[in-house]
Structures are given as C-alpha cells and as structure tokens.
C-alpha cells in the first residue's frame, strides 16, 4: 500500500486525503495545529513547523511520495529535502508562484498574457510606475500576499499615500485589469500527459473566492480550448508536474494570467461532485503514480464557499438533505466571519438557478 505525505494540514489536506482513501492510498500529514484538519481522517500525523527541517525529513521518511498545501514551504528547507526523497511536484513551480513578479515574468515567458506590471520599492519608483502604467492600478507585495490581503487599488494619484505603507517590503504595480469575469482551470500532469478540468468562473466578495461556477457562462467554448491549450503548454515548458491551478482575467476573447498555485485550488472543489474525477484524486494518483483520467463534466454545477458567516446556514441544508447539494465542513475548531469553513456543491444548477434558489440561504 501506498503511503503519500502532505505538507500542511488544512482543507487540502484533508479532501487529499479523503481522495487517497477511496483509491487505496494512505495519508500522513504534517502540520503545526495540533488540530488541524486533515488529521481527522489522515493515516499519520506530525506536528510540526514547515521550516522544522528534521520533521519534514521524518515525513518523507514514512512516505513513497510527498506533496504541499500549503505554498509558502522554504526553500532552504524544501531542496535538500527534494534532493534526497521522492517530491516529485518539487521547489521549482514553489519558487515561481512565491513572489509575484517572477511569477508573472515566468508567466510571460511562456506563453500567457499578464497584465501590465513594474516593480516598485520605494515612493518615488511607485511614482514613476502609475504614470507609466496609468490609473487605476493595483499595488500588491509581491510575497505572502492572498485572498486580497497586501493590495490596494489605486484609483487615482490622490491614493498613492494610503497605499504606501504596503512598501515596507518589495512591491509589484499591476495596471488593472477591467475583466469581464475571473476563471480558473486546474491541471494535472503526469510529465508524458495533462489533463484539465473545465473552466470554472469564479466570483469574489470581500477579496475571496465566493462561487465558482461551471461550466463558465459567457465563456465560448474556443477560448476555453485556448485556456486550457495554453495551460497545458505553460505546464509542459515550466516543466512542472503535479498539480497547477491557474487564475485568470477574461476580457473579450483575452485572457491574462493573474496568479497560480502548484496544489489544489479552492476553485476546483466543485469537482469532487461536478466531474467525473477530481482534483484531489488525479493529483492523488500523480503521487502513486496510477495512470491520469480525463475528468468529464457530470451536469453544470455552483460551488459555494462557507465563511463563518455562513456555517449555520450550510449545516441547515446539510440537515435538510436536498438532491445535488453536498455540504463540507471541515471540522475547524474556531471560526470566524471570514476564515474559510466549508463549502457546498450544486451539482445539477448553474448560476441562474443557484441565484433563484439557493443564495437567499446565504448572508448577503
Ligand atoms: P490576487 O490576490 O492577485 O488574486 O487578487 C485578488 C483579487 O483582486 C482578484 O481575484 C481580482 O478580483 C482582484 N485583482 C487583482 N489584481 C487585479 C488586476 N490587476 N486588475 C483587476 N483586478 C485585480
């Protein structure tokens, strides 16, 4: 039998791990809440920092192959590990999406478009970009930032001062983009074949994934191939195996990558009811070296996710008990207005429907 570690033990975890169980597969996971999720249904735990380099090693000791949740793995610690134990996915595609502007210059470099970008680091060098790039823009660090965290629009030059205080650390001007909508596609690749999951639109409130819904209204099913054709090649020339979950800005017929992540995405939940494979189980059978399957869409389907604000309302239509709902929760402890709890799949409803029906359940 198997054995497949997992670096963090959050909600990734613990749907990888629930993936790797129905295909034989067991799960040790490393993480430093002593409850965090995962360990709920994982086969081994360590608690442990990211960085505690001797518990790391003990994890790929008792595991065939190991793999990341979580993103921001050191390097330091990460290398000489991938150096001596089976982390097929390794540091590499890490490295690209740690910092936000070699993640877009790699980007470029193969094959997607991006939107106009600069690097900043001090007042005057954010001066010189805005006029350069134009208003409105946006400004991000380029590390450690997520869900809308270490960013700030810059409508016009009367918001440059309240957006300094962000240059403490090295920035990345960005020209916003007026989209249309945000899609993402979440590939899996196995170094001989890819195969993609549908596009699915996403929608954002409060800077944080809210639906995600497939397939991905408005979008035309050549640009759709075109997504997934470009995904597939930015994978193959990045040389990155695994999995890669990729966002996107869609205007007109263009698309511009925004951001990527080498694990499972928050975006591509809903195919664990959706499709007729997952994101979790293909990485899962990546890992065990267990040929890929294409996924097929099952019927359109919204996934919605569960902040606090909402974990009693998806334990009412968990209790409830609705054909082609299916509730998550992820067993976290405390929660809070914002942290991520669960979420809840239509299968079988698209966006018109899910309006109709199911987001009068939800705080607006
Ligand atoms: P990010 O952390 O880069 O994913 O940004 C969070 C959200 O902010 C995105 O999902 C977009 O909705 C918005 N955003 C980020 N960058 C841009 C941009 N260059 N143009 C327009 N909107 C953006």
């Not at 995600?212 to 990045?238: D, H, N, S």
């Not at 009693?312 to 207005?337: D, F, M, T, W």
Request: some cysteine; aromatic content about 8%.
């Amino acid at each position: 039998m198997k054995t497949i570690g997992v670096i963090g033990g959050g909600q990734l975890g613990l749907m990888i791990a629930e993936e790797a169980h129905r295909l034989g597969v067991r799960v040790v996971a490393l993480d430093p809440a002593a409850e965090a999720p995962a360990f709920a249904v994982c086969d081994g735990r360590i608690v442990a920092a990211y960085d505690d380099a001797a518990a790391l090693e003990e994890l790929c000791r008792q595991c065939d192959a190991v793999t990341y949740e979580f993103e921001n793995v050191p390097g330091e610690v990460l290398v000489p590990l991938a150096e001596k134990y089976n982390i097929p996915q390794g540091f590499e595609p890490l490295y690209d999406s740690q910092d936000r502007l070699r993640e877009k210059e790699n980007a470029r470099a193969h094959g997607f478009d991006t939107p106009d970008y600069e690097a900043v680091d001090d007042e005057p060098g954010l001066r010189r970009a805005a006029d350069r790039i134009g208003y409105p823009c946006v400004l991000k660090t380029r590390t450690l930032g997520y869900d809308g965290h270490g960013q700030a629009v810059l409508r016009s030059e009367a918001d440059l001062e309240k957006a300094l205080p962000l240059l403490a650390v090295p920035c990345i001007l960005e020209a916003f983009v007026d989209f249309d909508y945000e899609v993402s596609l979440v590939m899996v690749a196995d170094g001989e074949r890819a195969v993609t999951f549908p596009v699915g639109r996403n929608v954002h409130r409060d800077g944080i994934l809210d639906l995600c819904c497939v397939p991905a209204e408005g979008l035309a099913p050549e640009l759709e191939r075109r997504i997934r054709q470009t995904g597939e090649r930015f994978m193959r020339e990045c040389g990155y195996v695994g999995i890669l979950a990729v966002e996107l800005f869609v205007r007109g017929d263009r698309f511009f990558f925004n951001e990527m992540a080498p694990r499972p995405h928050n975006s591509g939940h809903w195919t664990i009811e959706g499709s007729t494979t997952n994101q979790f189980r293909e990485l899962v059978r990546f890992l065990a070296g267990m040929p890929l399957e294409e996924p097929r869409l099952v019927a359109p389907t919204v996934m919605k996710n569960i902040l606090g604000r909402d974990l009693e309302a998806a334990q009412a239509l968990a209790a409830e008990g609705h054909e082609g709902v299916h509730v998550h929760i992820y067993g976290k402890r405390a929660s809070r207005p914002l942290r991520k709890m669960g979420h809840v799949t239509f299968v079988g409803t698209d966006a018109a429907a899910y309006a109709a029906r199911w987001a009068g359940r939800f705080e607006k």
